[in-house]
């Protein structure tokens, strides 16, 4: 999600993480200090800025109301997407009531998209306070909290197959439409000049995503050229290895971010105006630690139910809707999962600040890609559950020539348009691709065998059979 | 080897004597020089510049012939002690023959196998220790062919031996994984040492090299992807012979293309070239303090040791293409992981620790130009060379390295160029190097090859 380009943009983003969803709503966030001054002599710590509340326990039980009314107002009324936020307790309840699965499954889907951001925002908020090392750890690894908490419960089902789609189309739409977006809205609206962004973090990620790419690749032929020594459990064995060299190399990765950040890091509180990059960026946190650390858990907790009603459903949507799991789980759950991101990540870049937009996009890709995936297969290591990298071989090379592709249009630096156009079409054919593709393997059980390959690679499976 | 064509003109004035001796054994160095100068006039006394046709005595004239029974054994004694105990890692020498004594007395394969793996290993450093004496004898175009084709001697010495025994899927394999360690561990432990000792600054390689070199390895990618995906789609005219025509082929168009490769870069060292006589002094580009860049030994000594170091790696490439199989099934581990994976980190020690040394030196290039520089010999040289000597001898040998071989080229390739075409090089990309290679060790390990390699390459099943 957007977390992560915070690590990526050196010391700013600590001090401008707060304008991120002052962008979102400006507006909003006016109002909300205007009626603050009024409700409580607010007390400045370290700067002449205001800071809502201090660390300071909430005493008195007049202020402990006024604490909580005044921390459901910031977090849950601040932003116009939270008008969302019902269709959670509606999901729930049309599940109870019908047995409407297709509603179930949509509903539970909107409900998650204003808790997904909300649960970002407070993990902004809590990376205030925790400075920038534990911070930016923070951020890396909640960032995509949503997609995780999703998977676990789909791994707990045994839906490993779920799993292994809702996290590639997680990459997918990050790679290409988040970032095609981003790229096509700031180069229409700056459309004089190229855009430019940091060469050197886009190659990083692209090269982290080209690992990740290759931890993916080698259980996928070692299972489709038969050439395993033992069917099932060398892939297996693989890719649990695999995974933890990916992790190994995904905390190498946070330690040399945050190893170059240390060189740039100038302390959050002896700045009050950084270098102009943000305009009119609130840089103090909005809610107290402990509120951030509550709100963290309720958030949470909300995710994971609804999570549990859109796995149980999206075998019974998949069948109202006449449209195959792939499809589902690669491009729908993605694309309404992640509108936030997509949101804000379209709006740095029409602010010409297309280095957040690269973080929030391709920051996302390399996480879940790094991190999410080998983190579910060893989570699915500890819960017994067979989860392993062989995404099956038309997966496996749609992320190939997807992040060949985009490292290729990240190599330069320069952003424009027309790029950005040739990514949205680019995810246009992808997704076709998933609408007409059937998936072998069945979800509602373990993952089985798909010796019979009935659909994928219909040029290859006369090879196979024969070798 | 070949790096010395991609450091420009330099190369033969001052790395030939330096790089091995150099890196390796600094202290060896003096020591041999004390007792030299005892015994013989020597090399001219001159610390920094040794010039072979300068006014300073030669120890050994090139054309007369030796004379004297004492001045022959005498430099035969020399030339033992430069060749052979200059350097520590001779100490793993003894091992040949104990290899030898092994397979006699015994009939475990295993012990055979890694015994004469450990003996082959000082053998290839001290044939290129060689051929570079030699090239110094050559002047820089037929010194840098040398190079180019004598760096890899080993590999393509026990490549040679497994198509006699027809054994062609050990010949890929070792290959393939000669390839594979060269692009990703050498390359990425000489980035993580060096990113390491100079961890403020991020090291810069010339990105023009890596990049032509990038380009040669894809090509050959292309050359092998061809006949395998033939292959696998069962598309070809007719089965069996059309890889083989194509493979056949397609080597003849790479070995051309490595041809012009070495012409071209001949082309542009020589632009820069001045004889070896009229400078004195090299442009200072490695000139550490107490280098001697004049050759160690005379041209017929060089030519000699060349040939009782080829002799002697293919007695031992022999004994070791023999027990491979039963290292196999004595070890418990597949054929295809001791080819990719064992053969070439042992085998290739040498130039491992010489690329580290080097890059912890800040010489990242001299690194790079061991590491991918010899994947691209290796690539574009010596496996269509094997095919064609493959073709001569009889033996089926194509450039179909069945699926998940190739797949893994392919990946691997496009990674390392991807990571070299930035033209820096930190801890973390050598790290992210490593971290690939031991998923690629990992896959291997699980992978069982499904030919066998015992009798000739039989159909696929």
Redesign the interface.
Known sequence: MKMDYKGQIGVQSHVEMGPLDGAMHDLDDDCLFSTEMDAQKTQPILSNQRFPFSVLPVGGYKMTRNGVYKSIKTVVFSNKLNLLMPFGPLAIMVHKMSSSNGWVFFLSLLGITPLAERLGYATEQLAFYTGPTVGGLLNATFGNATELIISIYALKSGMTRVVQLSLLGSILSNMLLVLGCAFFCGGLVHYGKEQVFSKATA??N???L??A???L???A??H???????VGK??L??SR??SC??L??YA??LV?QLKSQDDNYVPVVEEESHNGEVEDGDEAPEISKWESIIWLAIMTAWISILSDYLVDTIEGASDAWNVPIAFISVILLPIIGNAAEHASSIMFAMKDKLDISLGVAIGSSTQISMFGIPFCVVIGWMMGREMDLNFQLFETATL?ITV?VV?FFL?EGTSNYFKGLMLILCYLIVSASFFVHEDPSATGQSKQDTENMTSEGD??R??YL??
């Open positions: 190659v990083v692209s090269g982290l080209l690992m790419v290759m931890g690749l080698f259980p032929v070692l489709y050229t038969h050439t395993e020594r033992q060398s892939e064995a693989l290895f695999s060299v990916m190994l190399a190498a990765y040399f190939f060949i490292a190599q040029e290859l006369g090879s024969e070798t």
